[in-house]
């Protein structure tokens, strides 16, 4: 067996700790698996003395993340912390460019900075993987890099924020209204630290755009995604929806056509008999229609720590298998703006 793969990990949150616990639990099926040993060597986080349920004594520590750029041992950069810009951008910038193959779970990073990351990921010839930013669980971006390669994609459209589905599908189940549901989903712990990101479609908005980029070889435009959230859904909404034989999910569509991208997100009346209308609470359900292919549909776990660790461990896998592809499948040069 080859020399052991050495990672750090930047952030020991909810993804954090899944990612530990897998790597750790998992260690010698996955090194069957690549032919190397992945071998966590340093960690971050705020609060050095945080309880996390998991032994941590055995990697390094260190207050600041981006010391992990500068590392010589360090192969692949973990970042599991979040943000758009702030710690996260920077590790991302400095870890690429000083040669580490760098995966992340961060959305709103990749939504942001996407095509700019990639460019310098190629530039020094390591990897940028982010699986766990769209679908959580749902392995929907090497699905459509990787196995849909030979299609010309028309149309990717899913529910991308479990969250909102799950608020829609109890307002329906329970027959409570818009506010009282939001108040239990926010005792449950289901929200965002800012409610805004689920509730008005922003987060949705950085997995479309994402999505857009993978299907369609643009570059990431987070700006140009229409977006409207849920809170004016009420219950009356949903009652007339199923008396007409639909239902009322919050998806994201992105299509390419003559006229251009166009990605939006917004509630939409969905015919019941569609598979994606019976896609309740916190899954998620992507939908990609490609030539010749014609339609898929993908369905799964959309958070949490299993399912986004999940994913963020495939990236690495990836890596430690030595595929070293441009991270939206086709090089930055080829992309097109959106
Ligand atoms: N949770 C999900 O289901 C899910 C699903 C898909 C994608 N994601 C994405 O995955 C990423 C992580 O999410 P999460 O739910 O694991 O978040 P989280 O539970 O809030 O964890 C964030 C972690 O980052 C650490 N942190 C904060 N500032 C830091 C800094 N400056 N340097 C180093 N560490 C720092 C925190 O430290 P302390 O623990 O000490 O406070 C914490 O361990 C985000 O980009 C999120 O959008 C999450």
Redesign the pocket.
């Given at each position: 067996m080859t020399q052991p793969l050495k990672i750090a990990i930047?952030?020991?949150?909810?993804?954090?700790?899944?990612v530990v616990k897998i790597l750790e639990n998992h260690k010698q099926m996955i090194a069957d698996r690549t032919g190397r040993t992945i071998e966590i060597v340093a960690v971050?986080?705020?609060?050095?003395g945080?309880d996390?349920g998991i032994d941590i004594s055995g990697y390094d520590w260190s207050?600041?993340?981006l010391d992990f750029a500068g590392r010589d041992d360090v192969e692949i950069v973990v970042?599991?912390?979040?943000?758009s810009d702030?710690?996260?951008a920077a590790l991302a910038q400095q870890s690429l460019s000083n040669g580490k193959s760098f995966v992340?779970?961060?959305?709103?990073?990749i939504a942001h900075h996407g095509t700019a990351l990639a460019a310098c990921a190629e530039e020094n010839d390591v990897a940028l993987r982010f699986e766990?930013?769209v679908a959580?669980g749902i392995p929907i971006i090497k699905s459509i890099g990787e196995g849909l390669a030979a299609n010309r994609i028309n149309k990717v459209y899913g529910i991308l924020n479990?969250t909102t589905n799950y608020m829609l599908t109890q307002m329906e189940a329970t027959g409570k209204d818009y506010g009282e549901i939001l108040e239990e989903t926010k005792l449950l712990g289901y929200l965002?630290?800012d409610p805004a990101l689920d509730l008005d479609g922003i987060?949705a908005a950085h997995k479309l755009a994402i999505l857009s980029s993978v299907a369609f070889g643009v570059k990431t435009s987070f700006d140009n995604v229409y977006m409207e959230g849920i809170r004016r859904i009420k219950l009356v909404d949903i009652e007339y929806a199923r008396e007409l034989g639909y239902r009322i999910k919050l998806l994201g569509i992105s299509s390419l056509s003559k006229a251009g991208l166009e990605q939006r997100v917004h509630p939409c009346l969905v015919p019941k008999s569609a598979p994606i209308a019976i896609v309740d609470n916190g899954f998620n359900a992507v939908v990609v229609d490609g030539d010749p292919l014609e339609r898929t549909f993908y369905e799964g776990r959309?958070?949490?720590?299993g399912?986004?660790a999940s994913?963020v461990v495939a990236d690495i896998i990836d890596i430690a298998r030595g595929h070293r592809g441009p991270a939206f499948f086709v090089p930055v040069a080829a992309m097109t703006d959106a």
């Open positions: 930047a952030g020991l949150g909810t993804v954090g700790v899944g971050s986080a705020s609060n050095r945080r996390r207050d600041n993340a970042e599991l912390i979040g943000g702030g710690v996260a992340t779970a961060n959305k709103a990073l766990a930013s959580g479990g965002e630290a987060d959309g958070a949490g720590e399912p986004t994913a």
